[in-house]
Structures are given as structure tokens and as C-alpha cells.
């Protein structure tokens, strides 16, 4: 997906799943890049419904985060707007791919010993990561946050 590919954001019915804005509102075509920065519901599902939902959960486990899903349920759209349970270590820890190229490492607390071994997992190729950072960067803050 390239950050200036256009992509719509209207109301959208997948299967009976109607993801939503935060603000209810809707911003009709943006790019990726506006997309993620304003962080619209709708065109990450967009995304998430071409790339599948069950490849998302293998990607998370591939990174060794084992998301809490219903039980003998596939992984729906909603995962990708937050409908999965994941402890906040793992959500840090994919983080970290971000960070990393898209390399993500294991988080250590303090309690392991000195020379424990420290585990990565390829999550994103490094292309994607700064893609991704870049998209990011472009993110104003809040008013009155600065």
C-alpha cells in the first residue's frame, strides 16, 4: 500500500460490520497517508479487508503476541480498530518494530538475568516501518499540548 494511494472514507458495510469515525464524520477520498494520520476507522478496515483479518493475528503471532480472540472464533475486521485483547507489554512490544526497522524486540523488565537472551522478530519489512514512521511524524499534536 503506498502512502499517496487513494482510498475512501463513507460509510461502509462489511458483512454487517459498520465501523465508524471517532467523530462520526466522514472524510470521502484521502490518501493512505491522511488515512492513518487522522486516524480514520473506516479506511483501516478498508485496508484490513483486503490484507484479511486472519493475517493480521498470524503476523501478531509471528511476533510472539498471542491475542485474546473469542473462543472458537476466526479473528474479524474488528481487530484492527482494537476489538482483540492484547496486554499492553505486547502492544509495546510490536511498537518496538516500528522503532526498529521492523525488527521487534522483547521486552525485558529488569528481573531477567543480565546476559538473557534477547529475541527479535522480523514484523514489518524495513521499507514498511519507515513508511509507516514517516506517516507519523507528519502528526500534529493536540492543541494546547505543546
Same mark, same amino acid.
Given at each position: 500500500?503506498?502512502?499517496?494511494?487513494?482510498?475512501?472514507?463513507?460509510?461502509?458495510?462489511?458483512?454487517? #460490520?459498520?465501523? +465508524?469515525?471517532?467523530?462520526?464524520? #466522514?472524510?470521502?477520498?484521502?490518501?493512505?497517508?491522511?488515512?492513518?494520520?487522522?486516524?480514520?476507522?473506516?479506511?483501516?478496515?478498508?485496508?484490513?479487508?483486503?490484507?484479511?483479518?486472519?493475517?493480521?493475528?498470524?503476523?501478531?503471532?509471528?511476533?510472539?503476541?498471542?491475542?485474546?480472540?473469542?473462543?472458537?472464533?476466526?479473528?474479524?475486521?474488528?481487530?484492527?480498530?482494537?476489538?482483540?485483547?492484547?496486554?499492553?507489554?505486547?502492544?509495546?512490544?510490536? #511498537?518496538?518494530?516500528?522503532?526498529?526497522?521492523?525488527?521487534?524486540?522483547?521486552?525485558?523488565?529488569?528481573?531477567?538475568?543480565?546476559?538473557?537472551?534477547?529475541?527479535?522478530?522480523?514484523?514489518?519489512?524495513?521499507?514498511?516501518?519507515?513508511?509507516?514512521?514517516?506517516?507519523?511524524?507528519?502528526? +500534529?499534536?493536540?492543541?494546547?499540548?505543546?
Amino acid at each position: 500500500v503506498a502512502q499517496e494511494m487513494i482510498i475512501e472514507d463513507s460509510p461502509a458495510d462489511f458483512g454487517g #460490520y459498520r465501523p +465508524k469515525n471517532f467523530d462520526m464524520g #466522514y472524510q470521502g477520498d484521502v490518501s493512505i497517508r491522511q488515512a492513518l494520520q487522522l486516524s480514520l476507522n473506516v479506511p483501516a478496515i478498508r485496508v484490513l479487508d483486503a490484507v484479511g483479518p486472519a493475517r493480521l493475528t498470524a503476523r501478531f503471532r509471528q511476533a510472539g503476541v498471542n491475542p485474546i480472540l473469542p473462543v472458537n472464533e476466526a479473528p474479524g475486521l474488528a481487530i484492527g480498530l482494537g476489538g482483540v485483547g492484547v496486554t499492553l507489554r505486547d502492544l509495546v512490544q510490536l #511498537y518496538t518494530g516500528l522503532a526498529n526497522g521492523g525488527k521487534m524486540h522483547t521486552l525485558h523488565d529488569g528481573t531477567e538475568p543480565a546476559n538473557a537472551e534477547r529475541t527479535t522478530a522480523t514484523i514489518l519489512d524495513d521499507q514498511a516501518a519507515w513508511q509507516i514512521n514517516d506517516i507519523l511524524s507528519g502528526v +500534529k499534536p493536540p492543541e494546547g499540548a505543546m
